[in-house]
């Protein structure tokens, strides 16, 4: 099964670089670089995909774009902060072949050696494992087929990776491959651990009990 990969960006000039150079090494059958307007040189650094796309602006809307001009078997979503441990591509294959498996993502690994992210780390494989919900930075990967099934990304400035996984959910499980993706730990170092942690999983209880998403936004910052 063939995987294309789709990179959203938008000002991500500083990490894209080494996040396309594991990608590389992974050997997809493409990676789509898709913009949301950067003004500083993500464009120019983006040449080294396979495809550099202009998108409308919003990750979600970004990510359909990619989606719709893609041409692998397989859609990986991947941040552009976010690394792949070697493996990774071939991992996520063995993944959806599984029976009643729809979606995956990896064992994400905030690239921090302080032993609170290591809490952090499990507790997302936790979530994935008891929920099902995926959050982006994960890197969720799913097939072709599916993701147009059910309609692809909601159009929301929020917590689109949640929507989606919510919607898979009813197809089928999501799994966490036995690969690592390594995170930049850049929101974490900015905004604090405990305050980031403590933020994400309030506004996903917001949003569980009926708070729109695009309400939320204004209360994630944009970290860069």
Request: overall charge positive.
């Amino acid at each position: 099964m063939t995987i294309s990969v789709i990179i959203p960006t938008l000002n991500e000039a500083s990490c894209l670089t080494e996040t396309l150079r594991s990608v590389r090494a992974e050997r997809p059958r493409e990676i789509l670089v898709v913009d949301g307007g950067s003004t500083d040189a993500t464009c120019q650094l983006a040449r080294e995909a396979d495809r550099l796309l202009q998108g409308p602006r919003g990750r979600a809307a970004q990510m359909n774009y990619g989606a719709a001009h893609a041409s692998g078997e397989i859609l990986l979503f991947l941040h552009a902060d976010c690394t792949l441990e070697p493996g990774a591509l071939d991992a996520a294959t063995e993944c959806l072949r599984l029976r009643g498996v729809v979606a995956g993502c990896f064992r994400m690994t905030v690239a921090d050696e302080k032993p609170i992210y290591r809490l952090v780390d499990a507790a997302a494989t936790a979530r994935v494992r008891l929920t099902g919900l995926i959050y982006g930075d994960q890197g969720l990967f799913v097939e072709r087929r599916m993701f147009e099934r059910i309609g692809g990304f909601p159009l929301l400035r929020l917590m689109e990776d949640v929507f989606l996984s919510k919607k898979l959910r009813r197809h089928g499980r999501a799994v966490v491959a036995p690969r690592r993706i390594f995170v930049s730990p850049r929101r974490w170092q900015r905004q604090g651990v405990v305050r980031q942690t403590l933020r994400n999983w309030t506004l996903t209880a917001l949003a569980a009990a009926g708070v729109h998403p695009d309400r939320l936004a204004a209360f994630y910052p944009v970290v860069r």
